[in-house]
C-alpha cells in the first residue's frame, strides 16, 4: 500500500458492493482496501465494470456500501443520516463529473457560488472567493456566462470552481477528460495538478484516460472490485 | 442556500419549458376565469333572487303573527307596527322597514270574477329597493299616498277580468272578525311584473284603504316587511329582532316564508359548488403534469443538486417554490383575464330578454327576475377561489417536490 504522509482524507475496509442488476446479482466491489491521505492527486484506474466509479460513489457519499467500511476524515459514512450526508458532501466533498453537470440555468458564477452559497457563507465573500478561483481557472470575464454559451473545456473549469470553492477535503473527478479534446484535458489536468500542487487539495480520479495517469502521483489500479496495483510514481515519471 | 437563491433558482427553472409554463398559466388563468364567473353568476342571482324575493313578498325579514304562516288569514295580525317598525330600524343591519298587508280576495268586474292575491303598501314607506312594482306600470298610475283610493292590477289579471282604467272592480275579503266583506275600487293602473303567474294574479291597494275595508286600526298590519342592506345577513338579524320583539310575534327569513326560493337557490348553489369543482381538478391535474413532467426531466439534475450538496428538503422546497410561483402568476393571469369580461357583464350585462320572450320562463317560484344577466361575485367567494387555486397548485406540486427530494444521487446521474 502506497501512501504520502499527509492524515488520511479516506479510508475504505472491506468494501463491497452488490447491485441487482435484471434479476442478477453483480458484484462491483469485492473487497477493497484504500487510503487516501491529505494531498495526494490519486488516480483510480482500471478497465470498464472494475468498479473504479462505484468507489467513487461510495467515498462521495452518493451510496452505501454493501459492507465494509467508508471513512471520510475519520467519520464512518454508514453512520450518518440523510440530512448529515447532504452536509458532508456539500462541506468536504467536491465532485468534476464526466459530463460536466453544471445547472444550466445559473451562470458560471452562480455555478461555482451553488455549494458555498448552500453553506450559507456572506455574498460578500462569496463574490469575492467565486471571482478569484474563476480568474484561477481561466474563466475570468466569463462570470455571467450560462454552461450553454461555453464550451465544454471552460463548463468543466466551471465545475472545477464549483468544486474547490468551497475548501473541501477532498475533489472526486470521475472521468472529467472523457468529454473534452486532448488539449483541453491537458490545460485541465495541468490546472488541477497545480491546484494540487500550490493549494495542497487532495484530488481522487476515477479514469482510464493515460493523460490523466501522466498527472497522477499515485496510481491506484482496480481489477473485479479490488484493489490490484497501489504504486505512486516517482517524480519525472510519466 | 438561502431562500432569495432557491427563489431565483425556481423561477428561472420554470422559464427553461417557456410554452409549457405559458400553456400551464393559461390553463390556471382559464380554470380561474370559469370558476369566478360561474360563482358570480351564481351569487348575482343568488343576491337578486333574495332580493326580488323580498321585495316581491315581505322583506329580507319579516315580523308577522306567530300563527300567520300556517294560516295566513287577515285575522292574524301585527298591531302596533309603528313601535315594532321602531324597534326594528335601529338594528345596524336594517336598511328599511314597511308595513304590509297582503292576502287572498276575490274580485269581480261587470264582465268575470277571477281570485287574486293583494298586496297592500304605503306608497310613502317603499321606493324601488322595497317594492318590485314600482317600475311595472304599463298604463295608468301607483298610488301617491297611503290613503290613496284605486286598485292596480297585473296585466294578465286586468285582461281576464276585462277591466280598463277607470272601470269598477268589487274586492270580496275576510276580515278580521271572519266577516265577508266588499268594497269597491276603480282600476287605476295595471302593471306587469314580467312574471306570468304573478301578472295573472297581483292586485295592489294602498294600505289604509285595505285597513279601512278589514277594520284594521291604523297602525295595523298582517306584516312589517324588513329590507336589510344585505340580504345575506338575514338569518342573523332576524334571531336579533326575535329577542327583541318578543314571543308575540313571529321574525322570519326570506327563506322561510318563500321556501321553493331557498330550495331553488341550493339547488343552484349546489350544481355550481360541483361545477367549481371539476374545473379545480382539471386545472389541478393540468398544473400536476406540468410539474411531474418538470420533475422527471430533470431527474439527473436533482441527482447532481443533491450530489454537490443540496439536501432532499431543499429540493423538495425547490419545486415547491415553482408550484407556488405557478399559482401565483396563474392567479395574477386569472385577475388579468377575468377583469375585463367582469367588468362589462357586472355593469352592462347581458340582454337575454328575446331568449326569455321565446321560452316564457322568467319567473321561479313565482318570482319574477331580470332578463339581463348580470353577475357580481360575493368578496368572500373570490377570496374563496383565490385561495382555491393558490391550494390546488401548491397540492400538485407536493408528489413531484416528494418525488424530486427522494431522487437517488447515483441511478440520476447516470440517467442520459
Redo the contacts between chains.
Keep these: 500500500m502506497t501512501q504520502s504522509s499527509g492524515k488520511p482524507i479516506v479510508k475504505l475496509t472491506g468494501v463491497t458492493k452488490t447491485f441487482a442488476q435484471g434479476g442478477l446479482e453483480v458484484k462491483a466491489l469485492r473487497g477493497m482496501d484504500l487510503t487516501v491521505n491529505e494531498g495526494e492527486f490519486v488516480a483510480i484506474w482500471g478497465p470498464s465494470g472494475s468498479g473504479k466509479t462505484t468507489a467513487l460513489?461510495l467515498i462521495?457519499a452518493?451510496?452505501t456500501p454493501t459492507s465494509g467500511q467508508v471513512e471520510l476524515e475519520g467519520t464512518d459514512l454508514s453512520s450518518l443520516s440523510?440530512?448529515a450526508l447532504?452536509?458532508m458532501?456539500?462541506?468536504r466533498i467536491g465532485?468534476v463529473?464526466q459530463a460536466y453537470?453544471l445547472?444550466?440555468?445559473?451562470t458560471a458564477f452562480e455555478n461555482a457560488e451553488?455549494?458555498i452559497?448552500?453553506?450559507?457563507i456572506a455574498p460578500a465573500e462569496r463574490k469575492t472567493r467565486v471571482m478569484a478561483i474563476l480568474k484561477e481557472v481561466g474563466l475570468e470575464g466569463m462570470e455571467h456566462r450560462r454552461p450553454n454559451e461555453l464550451s465544454g473545456g471552460q463548463q468543466q473549469r466551471v465545475a472545477i470552481a464549483?468544486a474547490i470553492a468551497?475548501n473541501p477535503a477532498v475533489i472526486l473527478a470521475d472521468e472529467p477528460t472523457a468529454n473534452v479534446d486532448s488539449e483541453t484535458a491537458e490545460k485541465l489536468l495541468s490546472m488541477m495538478a497545480r491546484l494540487n500542487e500550490e493549494k495542497g487539495i487532495t484530488f481522487v480520479f476515477s479514469t482510464h484516460d493515460p493523460r490523466v495517469m501522466k498527472y497522477a502521483r499515485r496510481l491506484v489500479g482496480v481489477v473485479d472490485g479490488r484493489v490490484d496495483t497501489d504504486r505512486a510514481k516517482n517524480s519525472g515519471e510519466e | 442556500m438561502t431562500g432569495f437563491k432557491l427563489i431565483a433558482l425556481a423561477w428561472r427553472n420554470l422559464w427553461r419549458q417557456r410554452r409549457r409554463t405559458v400553456l400551464t398559466l393559461v390553463s390556471i388563468a382559464f380554470g380561474g376565469f370559469l370558476a369566478v364567473m360561474m360563482t358570480a353568476m351564481q351569487d348575482r342571482s343568488f343576491a337578486d333572487f333574495i332580493d326580488t324575493a323580498a321585495r316581491l313578498g315581505a322583506g329580507h325579514v319579516t315580523v308577522q303573527h306567530p300563527e300567520y304562516q300556517d294560516s295566513p288569514t287577515l285575522t292574524r295580525t301585527v298591531e302596533k307596527s309603528d313601535a315594532k317598525r321602531a324597534t326594528v330600524d335601529a338594528d345596524k343591519a336594517v336598511h328599511t322597514s314597511v308595513d304590509r298587508t297582503s292576502g287572498q280576495t276575490m274580485l269581480s268586474t261587470a264582465s268575470d270574477s277571477f281570485g287574486a292575491i293583494f298586496i297592500a303598501y304605503d306608497p310613502a314607506m317603499e321606493d324601488e329597493n322595497t317594492f318590485e312594482f314600482t317600475d311595472g306600470l304599463i298604463e295608468g298610475t301607483l298610488f301617491a299616498t297611503a290613503s290613496d283610493d284605486g286598485i292596480i292590477l297585473g296585466k294578465t289579471l286586468a285582461e281576464n277580468l276585462g277591466a280598463e282604467i277607470g272601470d269598477k272592480v268589487v274586492f270580496t275579503m275576510t276580515d278580521r272578525h271572519g266577516e265577508i266583506i266588499t268594497d269597491m275600487e276603480r282600476l287605476v293602473g295595471i302593471v306587469s311584473t314580467g312574471a306570468p303567474s304573478l301578472d295573472a294574479a297581483l292586485c295592489l291597494l294602498s294600505i289604509n284603504t285595505v285597513r279601512k275595508s278589514l277594520g284594521y286600526d291604523p297602525t295595523e298590519s298582517t306584516q312589517v316587511a324588513i329590507f336589510l342592506e344585505d340580504g345575506r345577513g338575514s338569518l342573523a338579524a332576524a334571531e336579533r329582532l326575535r329577542t327583541q320583539l318578543g314571543p308575540e310575534v313571529a321574525v322570519l327569513t326570506w327563506d322561510q316564508i318563500q321556501p321553493e326560493i331557498r330550495g331553488f337557490i341550493a339547488m343552484k348553489v349546489g350544481g355550481g359548488i360541483a361545477m367549481e369543482i371539476i374545473i379545480g381538478i382539471l386545472v389541478a391535474a393540468g398544473i400536476f403534469n406540468t410539474i411531474f413532467m418538470s420533475v422527471m426531466e430533470r431527474n439527473r439534475e436533482f441527482g447532481i443538486m443533491m450530489a454537490i450538496g443540496y439536501s432532499p428538503a431543499q429540493l423538495f422546497s425547490l419545486v415547491m417554490i415553482e408550484s407556488g410561483l405557478l399559482a401565483f402568476m396563474g392567479l395574477i393571469a386569472g385577475v388579468a383575464v377575468t377583469a375585463g369580461p367582469y367588468y362589462y357583464l357586472s355593469t352592462t350585462g347581458i340582454d337575454l330578454s328575446e331568449v326569455y320572450a321565446q321560452s316564457g320562463a322568467v319567473e321561479i317560484g313565482g318570482v319574477g327576475f331580470d332578463t339581463t344577466l348580470h353577475i357580481g361575485i360575493f368578496p368572500e367567494n373570490a377570496m374563496i377561489i383565490a385561495a382555491a387555486i393558490v391550494v390546488a397548485t401548491i397540492l400538485a406540486g407536493i408528489y413531484p417536490a416528494w418525488k424530486a427530494g427522494r431522487v437517488n444521487p447515483v441511478e440520476s446521474i447516470n440517467t442520459l
Design positions: 460513489n462521495g452518493l451510496d440523510r440530512k447532504s452536509q458532501r456539500r462541506d465532485f463529473f453537470n445547472i444550466p440555468v445559473l451553488a455549494v452559497a448552500l453553506q450559507g464549483r468551497s
